[in-house]
């Protein structure tokens, strides 16, 4: 995978990441373009099903609706159009309740709800450093870490009152915990089932 030309003058846009090969997965963070990891692995990806099966299930026939990447978020400036948009993400799970963000048929426009990212070795550091604080900055309300490695959560959520727009102190359950979305409190997921597709701890890689 080769990286894009750099502009000589600015950072990448939206525009230019709708010009790039179909067949590589990029994001763009501030006009920086980060390669996506290689093909993720089947604990990584039965992860994410398993998540988004329950999540599906639970909202069908509500207005807020889940989405699994690729799905292009992109991230504006107030008022930004394509050739200004500068940060376009492709979180492992999405979930929008505004209608209004998915109106023109390319993902998302603006913040999902709650975003979902299930750790893999090549994207770790940067889903828990770099996209955390981008989504705080974005309004993202709700941020998930999926850590296959230990079999846990950590859940994000933004504060309210004199610590507005901010997220809280982190919350990390394990396997003998629930995890449940503040959005959606009737929503109840066992951390043991995220991970029960995978073989024993002892034997996963």
């Known amino acids: 995978m080769g990286m894009p030309a750099k502009k000589p003058d600015a950072g990448f846009t939206y525009a230019d990441y709708l010009k790039w090969p179909a067949g590589e997965r990029w994001e763009l963070i501030d006009g920086q373009a980060y390669a996506m990891s290689p093909a993720p692995s089947n604990f990584h990806q039965l992860i994410v099903g398993e998540l988004f099966a329950t999540i599906h299930n639970h909202l069908r026939g509500k207005p807020c609706r889940p989405f699994v990447a690729p799905f292009d978020v992109r991230l504006p400036h107030a008022g930004a159009n394509d050739q200004q948009i500068d940060t376009v993400v492709q979180p492992d799970i999405s979930v929008v ?3 209004e963000k998915l109106k023109d048929n390319r993902g998302c426009l603006g913040a999902p709800d709650w975003v979902i990212e299930v750790l893999s070795p090549g994207t770790a550091i ?3 450093r770099t ?11 709700e941020y998930w870490l ?6 846990s959560v950590t859940i994000y959520r933004r504060q309210s009152g004199l610590q507005a727009g901010v997220y809280g102190q982190s919350l990390v359950l394990g396997s003998e915990d629930d995890c449940t979305p503040q959005a959606f409190p009737e929503l109840v997921i066992a951390v043991a089932e995220i991970f029960r597709d995978l073989p024993p701890q002892d034997d996963a890689v």
């Open 131 to 141: 996209k955390r604080a981008l989504y705080e900055r974005h309004g993202v309300v």
């Open 97 to 99: 309740c505004d209608p």
């Open 126 to 128: 940067h889903d828990q």
């Open 146 to 151: 999926v850590h296959p490695g230990d079999r």
